[in-house]
């Protein structure tokens, strides 16, 4: 089955720089990559997904890039502002099935 | 907008009691799922539900753990015999492939075996 993997655990950036988290996924099948953001105990909020059609999708401060290839991709997350401190998962979607398959997290702190 | 609903939000129970979760999917949608997270992790997959039966499960979604959808709108979660380690949040989702494919996730509710 798929696995997800994601990198790093943790990142601390200086409000107003870039963050990029990275996965990789091990399903060639898998087409559609979503990315969550989630907050201390509430639900993964959807923030933005790319499909296997597609190299990046950009919106506003956050962009997403795909290479099917090497079945890696990524999130960044430019002029970071104190509101995007948060827990991100990257995930993968299988082919034949509909569940998602999440990666374990990447807690993003944004220093002022 | 619509949103999927759950209920409890927070559920203690002790070992060895039967919990059901409870959540209300988006009325148009067909696709149900239920999924964990474990304080600190990520969230995993238990089990899927279309047109009234489970389409896959997880190898965590064992004999303790049933779904049902006993009527048009509520879709449950039972797990028959609590374990300490249940304790997790559960996340319901629902979605169709009119929408891409992407699943709108419910709030939560916060399971607590003691």
């Known amino acids: 089955g798929e696995n997800v993997e994601q990198h790093p655990s943790t990142l601390s950036v200086q409000e107003g720089d870039s963050a990029v988290i990275k996965c990789t996924y091990s399903?060639?099948?898998?087409?559609?990559f979503p990315w969550y953001k989630q907050e201390l105990g509430k639900r993964p909020q959807l923030i933005i997904d790319?499909?296997?059609?597609?190299g990046e999708k950009k919106d506003q401060r956050i962009a997403v890039t795909l290479n099917k290839t090497a079945k890696h991709f990524s999130l960044h997350i430019t002029e970071t502002q104190p509101e995007d401190s948060a827990v991100y998962f990257c995930?993968?979607?299988?082919?034949?099935?509909?569940?998602?398959?999440f990666g374990s997290g990447t807690r993003l702190s944004i220093r002022p | 907008e619509p949103e999927v609903t759950q209920t409890p939000s927070h559920q203690v129970t002790q070992m060895g009691q039967e919990v059901i979760l409870r959540c209300v999917p988006i009325?148009?949608?067909?696709?149900f799922y239920w999924y964990r997270q474990i304080l600190g992790q990520k969230v995993e997959f238990l089990v899927s539900?279309?047109?009234?039966?489970?389409?896959?499960k997880s190898e965590i979604f064992d004999d303790q753990f049933s779904v049902e959808r006993p009527d048009g709108s509520n879709f449950t979660l039972k797990i028959r015999s609590t374990k300490l380690e249940d304790s997790a949040m559960y996340f319901c989702?629902?979605?169709?492939?009119?929408?891409?494919?992407?699943?709108?996730f419910g709030p939560g509710t916060r399971l607590t075996v003691l």
């Open positions: 989702a629902s979605g169709t492939w009119q929408d891409g494919g992407e699943q709108f």
């Open positions: 995930a993968a979607r299988d082919s034949s099935a509909s569940k998602i398959i």
């Open positions: 790319i499909r296997s059609n597609v």
């Open positions: 009325s148009n949608h067909l696709y």
């Open positions: 399903d060639s099948a898998s087409n559609y």
């Open positions: 539900f279309y047109n009234n039966e489970i389409s896959e």
